[in-house]
């Protein structure tokens, strides 16, 4: 059984390498420098896209729109893992950031199951 590819993009390379850790069961790429995850990205071909919003070099929105620009990963889920709302606040919210889906930093390895489980069986 092929295992679900999921790529975890953020310019903290620590984030990157606890989310790895913690997603054991998904075959992880990590990419710490946002103006190479879309290339990145189309070689691995993720199930997933777990990404960073305020990133130097190219933003998360600005990543997830040539993302969805591109007939390859039009379809692929991407999920905004930020720092820039609370949990408390994301709470209250939306839950949405450009029309993307968010989970606020820090968060729970169970609510980032749930997350990734959701956004695969949509």
Not at 45 to 58: A, E, K, S, T
Not at 59 to 75: I, K, Q
Not at 96 to 119: N, T, V, Y
């Amino acid at each position: 059984m092929k295992k679900i590819r999921i790529l975890v993009v953020d310019d903290e390379p620590g984030f990157t390498r606890l989310l790895k850790l913690v997603l054991h069961r998904y075959e992880i790429r990590e990419e710490n420098d946002s103006t190479r995850a879309y290339e990145t990205a189309l070689s691995f071909r993720p199930d997933l896209i777990l990404m960073d919003v305020i990133m130097p070099g190219m933003d998360g929105g600005n990543l997830a729109a040539t993302c969805r620009a591109d007939g390859l990963l039009r379809n692929v889920p991407i999920v905004f893992l930020t720092a820039v709302v609370s949990p408390r606040e994301a709470s209250a919210g939306t839950k949405q950031i450009g029309g993307f889906p968010f989970l606020a930093k820090p968060i729970s390895p169970e609510m980032l199951e749930r997350c990734i489980e959701e956004h695969l069986a949509a």
